[in-house]
């Protein structure tokens, strides 16, 4: 059974940090990671992605400000957010691309969401 569980978001000001976690479990090839947010009558938004071999991606919105890593041995990753914004207000969503067994085909799978509020 695949399970994806974050951790780490709470409240927080204006400038300060998060860091979130997703540890995963029954994936035994994850082959990209990421971070996904939605905000109250917003679409989900793609934050951050890395790749197996550490290749990241992030949304103008966040470049400079978030740092996204993965431990490859803990199946885990984290998304490290610095000068948070009123506006990074969201439920962040941890998500992984893999393949549960080795016959099995590739699926993106989704966790059950973190809140993160910053406040003014």
Not at 11 to 31: D, E, K, P, W, Y
Not at 95 to 113: D, F, H, I, L
Request: hydrophobic share 30%; with cysteine; net charge positive.
């Amino acid at each position: 059974q695949v399970q994806l569980v974050e951790s780490g978001g709470g409240l927080v000001q204006a400038g300060g940090s998060l860091r979130l976690s997703c540890a995963t479990s029954g994936i035994v090839s994850i082959n990209v990671m990421g971070w996904y947010r939605q905000a109250p009558g917003k679409q989900r938004e793609l934050v951050a992605t890395i790749t197996k071999g550490g290749t990241t991606n992030y949304v103008d919105s966040v470049k400079g400000r978030v740092t996204i890593s993965r431990d490859n041995a803990k199946n885990t990753v984290y998304l490290q957010m610095n000068s948070l914004k009123p506006e990074d207000t969201a439920v962040y969503y941890c998500n992984a691309v893999g393949r549960t067994s080795s016959w099995s085909r590739e699926k993106m799978y989704w966790g059950q969401g973190t809140q993160v509020t910053v406040s003014s």
